[in-house]
C-alpha cells in the first residue's frame, strides 16, 4: 500500500509494526500496541496523529535546542542541496560549508580545540576519537598506551566502539561487548550509590578510582579518560561538586587524554556552550552531535587539540565516513549555531529558562515520591522513592516505577523519559515560563497517577 500522511492511525501503526524495527524497543511489543505517530512539531510541541498537542521535555533526543519548526534551516538545506547536494572531503578536495562549520567551531570550543573531525552522529565520532587516541599514542612512540577509562552507565553511542566505551550492561550483555582495553569505573550517582558518604566525599571517592585505575592497569597503558560533563542518558547524573576538580588534577598529573563527550551537554544545554567550561574542565577533546544542529541533519564530530591534530597530521589518518562533513548537515549546522548566538539562546538558559524551570524542578520535590530533584541548566532529573529519607529504591522491580510515570507523562501529553526510578528531562532550549508551567503541571499529575 502507498503510505500516505492521510492514512488512519492504526493503518500507519499496523505497517510500522510489520515492517520497520525501533531501535531500543521490543519489536513484538508494537503488534498489541502501536507506536504513536509524530507529524509535526512547533516550537517545543509536538503534534500526534490523533490531533494530540504533546509538550515535548526530552527535544527529540536531547537535540533539538533551538525548537521544532525553523523556516530558516529549511531554507539553508534547500539552497545548500540545490548548490552542491554532496560531495566529499576525501583526496584532495573540500567546500565551503565543511570549512564554515570546522571554523565556527574551532572559535566557540575552549582552550586550543580547534581542529574538527566530522561523523554523522555521535555514536561514530567516538569511534573516531577510540581511533585517534590510540593511533595518537603511537606516532608519539608509546603504542602500548591503548586503554580507554569510562563510566558504568555512561552513554556514548550504538556502534561497536562507541557502546564499549559505554557502560550501559544491557548493551554489552548483546553482540559480543566490550571490544578489548576498555575499562569501567563507577559513576559519581551520590543519590543511589553515595550511602552515608556526604555527597562531596563520594564526589571524591568516586573521582579518585579514576586514579586507582590507572595506578591498577599502569600509565604507561591508559590511552585516555572519556566521560560526559554531566551523564545523560545514565539518569542526568549531575556530579557533587569535588568531582570534576578532582578529575581534572588526576588527567594533569598523568599522562593520559581527556575525551569530553560534549553530545548532549553541548550547544547550551547547561548554560554555557559546552559542558566542560560548566563544569570547568579544559579536555584535549569534545565529541559533539545532537545541538550541533539541533537535530535537524545527521552530524557530529570530533574537535581535537592543536597538540593531537597536529601529531596526527604528520601521518596519512586511515579514516573517515561518506558523509564526513556532508554539505548539506554542515550548512545546517552553521545556521542552527548562528541561531544560538543571535537569538542569545545560551544566555537564554542561563538567566530565564534554567532558573525558573529549576525552581518548578525543585518544588516536585512536595510530591511523596519525588526525592531528589536536581538540575543544570535545563538539563535535570527527579529521583522517585517510596522513602525520602533513607533513598531507599523500589523492593519489586527497579525501573518500574520510572516506567509507569513515563507512560503516565505520555498519557498527559508530555514527553519524559525514565532511566531506572529517575524521570529526566532536557527541553528545547527556547522554552518559555508559560510552557515550563504546564511541564510542571503534567508531570505532577502524572506522578499523582504513578503509584
Ligand atoms: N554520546 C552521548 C553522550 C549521547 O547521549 C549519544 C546519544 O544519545 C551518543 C554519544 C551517540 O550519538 P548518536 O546517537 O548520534 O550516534
Not at 571517592?205 to 591508559?222: H, K, M, P, S, T
Not at 524551570?357 to 538540575?375: N, Q, S
Not at 526510578?421 to 510542571?440: F, G, K, N, T, Y
Amino acid at each position: 500500500p502507498a503510505v500516505t500522511n492521510h492514512m488512519p492511525t492504526a493503518e500507519l501503526q499496523a505497517l510500522d509494526a510489520a515492517h520497520h524495527i525501533h531501535p531500543f524497543s521490543t519489536q513484538s511489543n508494537f503488534e498489541k500496541e502501536g507506536a504513536r505517530v509524530i507529524k509535526r512539531g512547533e516550537g517545543v510541541w509536538l503534534f500526534d496523529s490523533e490531533g494530540e498537542k504533546i509538550l515535548d521535555a526530552m527535544a527529540g533526543l536531547w537535540c533539538v535546542n533551538v525548537g521544532y519548526g525553523r523556516e530558516e534551516l529549511v531554507e539553508v538545506a534547500t539552497r545548500q542541496m540545490r548548490e552542491l547536494p554532496f560531495y566529499n572531503t576525501f583526496f584532495k578536495t573540500t567546500h565551503v560549508p565543511a570549512i564554515a562549520l570546522a571554523t565556527k567551531l574551532a572559535e566557540l570550543a575552549p582552550g586550543n580545540l580547534n581542529h574538527v573531525f566530522f561523523a554523522s552522529g555521535g555514536s561514530d565520532a567516538n569511534d573516531t576519537n577510540i581511533r585517534v587516541v590510540r593511533h595518537y599514542w603511537n606516532m608519539k612512540g608509546k603504542p602500548e598506551k591503548t586503554i580507554i577509562i569510562s563510566r558504568k552507565n555512561g552513554y556514548h553511542g550504538s556502534t561497536m566502539g562507541s557502546a564499549s566505551l559505554g557502560g550501559m550492561s544491557g548493551m554489552h550483555a548483546q553482540g559480543g561487548l566490550p571490544i578489548p582495553d576498555i575499562h569501567h569505573i563507577n559513576q559519581p550517582d551520590w543519590w543511589a550509590e553515595g550511602g552515608q558518604l556526604t555527597p562531596e566525599e563520594f564526589g571524591l571517592a568516586r573521582a579518585r578510582e579514576l586514579e586507582q585505575a590507572i595506578d591498577e592497569l599502569g600509565e604507561n597503558r591508559v590511552a585516555a579518560f572519556i566521560a560526559e560533563p554531566i551523564q545523560g542518558a545514565g539518569g542526568v547524573i549531575i556530579p557533587p561538586s569535588t568531582y570534576w576538580p578532582e578529575i581534572k588534577r588526576i588527567c594533569a598529573e598523568r599522562e593520559i587524554l581527556l575525551i569530553a563527550d560534549e553530545v548532549i551537554c553541548g550547544f547550551g544545554r547547561t548554560g554555557n556552550w559546552f559542558g566542560n567550561q560548566t563544569v570547568g574542565v579544559q579536555p584535549d577533546i569534545m565529541t559533539i552531535a545532537k545541538g550541533m544542529s539541533s537535530g535537524y541533519q545527521p552530524i557530529g564530530g570530533s574537535i581535537l587539540s592543536d597538540e593531537i591534530a597536529n601529531t596526527l597530521g604528520k601521518d596519512e589518518f586511515n579514516h573517515g565516513y561518506t558523509y564526513s562533513g556532508h554539505p548539506v548537515a554542515s550548512a545546517v549546522a552553521l545556521e542552527n549555531l548562528r541561531i544560538i548566538e543571535e537569538e542569545k539562546l545560551i544566555d537564554h538558559v542561563r538567566d530565564t529558562a534554567g532558573p525558573y524551570m529549576r525552581k518548578k524542578w525543585e518544588e516536585l520535590t512536595d510530591h511523596p515520591l519525588v526525592g531528589e530533584a536536581k538540575i543544570v541548566g535545563l538539563m535535570g532529573s527527579i529521583a522517585l522513592t517510596p522513602d525520602k529519607s533513607s533513598r531507599a529504591a523500589f523492593a519489586a522491580g527497579a525501573g518500574t516505577a520510572g516506567l509507569i510515570c513515563r507512560e503516565r507523562c505520555f498519557a498527559n501529553n508530555l514527553v519524559m523519559r525514565h532511566v531506572g526510578d529517575r524521570m529526566i528531562i532536557s527541553p528545547p532550549l527556547v522554552i518559555q515560563p508559560d510552557e515550563i508551567d504546564v511541564l510542571a503541571e503534567r508531570a505532577h499529575r502524572a506522578l499523582d497517577e504513578t503509584y
